[in-house]
């Protein structure tokens, strides 16, 4: 429409400019009125423009913030779950570590944490929808400019810093599966040194190592809490 407009004044200026029978004032006259109205013309159709392309990114952006307030609620799950495993390695590697020399560790206590002795737990990032927004470039759309630095913060320092730190961790634990390859044995076609195992030097001086998972809890409860306060900016957002 705003096109028709402009086009219409265009024409009308090109004819008044060349109308022989105005004079000079005259023809001046017209040309700036008509340049005014196509002045007027192009602004408000930027304006009705960057509007609804505005209202188009804000849609988008609350798409996506809607979206990601699920993401972070199951990754609080998980990471909940994931905080409880590295508790109870830290209590049963700190238990085996703690044994005197030639001192065997209680059996029961070993079968209670027997899960914990031989698992591995590294968070999964639900990261898809964060990484299509960011790689579109519309990362710059939400202009609540705290919730998008939080945002950003969390993938690209916090669950970064919380992955390096649990390799890490994991790196010991790959040890110990190599110390139980080596060391553990059936005695008979009934028992097996399952508790002497963990008295053995070696065995013993890695339990510390990984009696200290506190990095790893640190950065996950960090996580946990950003991610909390990004939800409760999203819910103030669209209440």
């Known amino acids: 429409m705003a096109e028709d407009e402009i086009a219409k004044h265009t024409k009308k200026i090109y004819k008044t400019w060349f109308n022989k029978e ?3 004032w005259h023809k001046l006259s017209e040309f700036f009125i008509e340049i005014i109205i196509i002045v007027f013309a192009v602004s408000i159709s930027i304006w009705f423009h960057n509007r609804s392309e505005h209202a188009h990114q804000q849609e988008e952006v609350k798409i996506f913030l809607t979206g990601l307030k699920d993401d972070l609620t199951h990754d609080i799950e998980e990471m909940n779950e994931d905080k409880d495993s590295y508790q109870n390695q830290r209590r049963i ?3 085996i570590s703690s044994l005197k020399l030639n001192e065997l560790p209680n ?3 070993l079968r209670k944490y027997k899960a914990w002795l031989y698992n591995t737990t590294e968070f999964d990032p639900n990261d898809g929808r964060y990484e ?3 790689s579109s470039g519309k990362i710059g759309f939400i202009e609540n400019d705290s919730l998008q630095n939080d945002i950003m913060d969390l993938y690209q320092e916090n669950i970064p810093a919380l992955l390096a730190s649990t390799k890490m961790y994991l790196s010991f634990k790959m040890k110990m599966f190599d110390y139980v390859n080596k ?3 059936r005695l008979t076609d009934s028992t097996n040194n399952f508790l002497t195992f963990w008295t053995i030097e070696e065995v013993n001086n890695l339990s510390g ?10 950065r996950y409860g960090k996580c946990i ?4 306060k990004i939800i409760g900016e999203i819910e103030k957002e669209y209440k």
């Open 209 to 218: 190592f990984l009696a200290g998972p506190n990095d790893v809890i640190d």
């Open 225 to 228: 809490q950003l991610m909390q």
């Open 93 to 95: 590697y700190s238990y």
């Open 132 to 134: 299509g927004f960011k």
């Open 107 to 109: 059996r029961d206590t």
């Open 183 to 185: 060391y553990q044995k």
């Open 22 to 24: 105005l004079s000079i």
